[in-house]
């Protein structure tokens, strides 16, 4: 039987042992908090910088935006004027066409056709009046309303006031086989002592209102003019307009 021989360690030995893992773990512990340490410095410059990115990005960003307010209400401004300046270029437009209907008619009064002279049928116009009455619903079963615009003038002799009488005529659609039939405006007004009279050195214009019989279908419409005196007599006839709406009526020499 062999014997066999075991050193046994003294306390000092375990002593140093402790000792030297206590210094290690210790060591280790320094290591890590300085590399930590050295972590949150690096964090805190990446976060310093990140927050001056940021800042300039939302000044960037409020530039922008203060830059689209801008262009946003140049853009109304514009839009502003540009409809502005529609409205008075078709204010203008309308005032011009407006002007140049005027000069025409007071060139027609004192430089006329060389084949006009005297007592004139200037104008007729027709206005259908929106009621009730006019109302599509209603137009087969009532009354339809207009409003009448006559024009007369006196062409090269405006040396002396001209009197006379004047008459609208309406010209009812005839039956087949018959003769047209003429029927006076002035008996649809509601006005017992109208007297269509006119006296004028120049022009006169008249206007009247009338409603004329759902039965009633005019296909035209004569204007007849006479001097005190007969000597000076005109007669124009115009179609009547096919639209139920404002018309200018063509004139059409009798």
């Not at 990005?57 to 409020?62: H, K, P, S, V």
């Not at 087969?140 to 002799?157: A, C, H, I, N, S």
């Amino acid at each position: 039987m062999k014997l066999q021989v075991v050193e046994s360690k003294s306390w000092q030995w375990y002593i140093g042992v402790l000792l030297f893992l206590m210094v290690a773990m210790s060591l280790s512990a320094w290591i890590a908090w300085e590399q930590s340490k050295i972590k949150r410095t690096e964090l805190g410059a990446e976060v310093s910088r990140l927050s001056i990115i940021n800042k300039q990005l939302a000044e960037n960003l409020a530039q922008k935006e203060r830059l689209l307010t801008e262009l946003d209400r140049s853009v109304q401004m514009s839009r502003a004027n540009i409809d502005e300046v529609g409205v008075t270029l078709s204010k203008l437009q309308e005032d011009k066409k407006q002007l140049e209907k005027e000069l025409t008619f007071y060139r027609s009064i004192m430089a006329p056709e060389m084949d006009k002279s005297g007592l004139t049928i200037d104008s007729l116009r027709i206005s259908s009046i929106t009621t009730e009455v006019n109302s599509p619903e209603n137009q087969q079963q009532g009354d339809r309303q207009y409003e009448f615009e006559l024009v007369l003038t006196q062409v090269k002799k405006q040396d002396w006031y001209i009197k006379g009488r004047y008459q609208i005529w309406l010209i009812d659609k005839p039956a087949a086989g018959q003769a047209e039939k003429r029927i006076s405006l002035f008996s649809y007004l509601n006005r017992p002592k109208f007297k269509p009279l006119f006296s004028f050195r120049y022009f006169q214009t008249f206007r009247e209102v009338v409603k004329i019989p759902a039965q009633l279908h005019p296909t035209a419409i004569v204007v007849t003019a006479t001097t005190r005196d007969g000597k000076q007599k005109a007669e124009k006839r115009f179609p009547w307009p096919s639209e139920e709406k404002t018309a200018d009526v063509q004139q059409k020499e009798n």
